[in-house]
């Protein structure tokens, strides 16, 4: 149950108003029978009518939890991606390769900022994993997906994933308007 119906107006309002957004009328007294379960769009309704309501609260829906949990996934591959990169870096610094191409100071340098790049990244994407289902990390979300889309390589994953991120549905799973 995610709203509360008006018996008055037949307005959906949100499940914490207290009274409803365009009668007036007290909901807190009303029977748990007026609590209804509505989709995503007609929340939004409620939302725009609730106008001394400050924060947005985080709607469940399957397809927020969906888009979630890949988007989890996605930055879960692109860490073991980063910790790739820094191991290959350590090779790179560390093991002297048969047919010898570059100096020793060429490796060094390259096996230096695979590791520093590799680690930094690698932090940034691990911290997106565990962030809170907040609205602000709606926002750190696009922004990973942007960073993913800069390789072609991660395009399949990425422009599918950018179009769920950015229906209302997973909006509203943030608590985004």
């Not at 309002?13 to 609590?35: G, I, W, Y």
């Not at 680690?119 to 942007?146: H, S």
Request: glycine share 6%; hydrophobic share 50%.
């Amino acid at each position: 149950m995610n709203g509360i119906r008006c018996p008055k107006c037949d307005l959906v309002n949100l499940l914490a108003a207290e009274h409803c957004a365009r009668c007036s009328t007290v909901l807190s007294d009303l029977p748990p029978t007026a609590q209804v379960s509505v989709p995503v769009d007609q929340m939004f309704q409620a939302q725009q009518f609730a106008a001394g309501h400050t924060e947005t609260i985080p709607q469940d829906n399957e397809l927020g939890r969906k888009t979630y949990f890949w988007y989890r996934v996605y930055c879960a591959v692109l860490v073991a991606l980063y910790v790739f990169l820094m191991g290959l870096g350590v090779i790179l610094i560390f093991f002297e390769p048969e047919p010898r191409t570059s100096s020793p100071d060429e490796d060094l340098i390259v096996g230096l900022v695979y590791i520093i790049l590799g680690a930094l990244f690698a932090l940034v994407f691990l911290i997106a994993i565990f962030l809170p289902r907040k609205p602000y990390n709606w926002i750190v979300g696009i922004v990973m997906i942007a960073f993913g889309m800069t390789s072609c390589c991660f395009l399949p994953a990425t422009l599918p994933l950018l179009i769920f991120w950015l229906k209302p549905e997973t909006k509203a799973f943030f608590g985004r308007k």
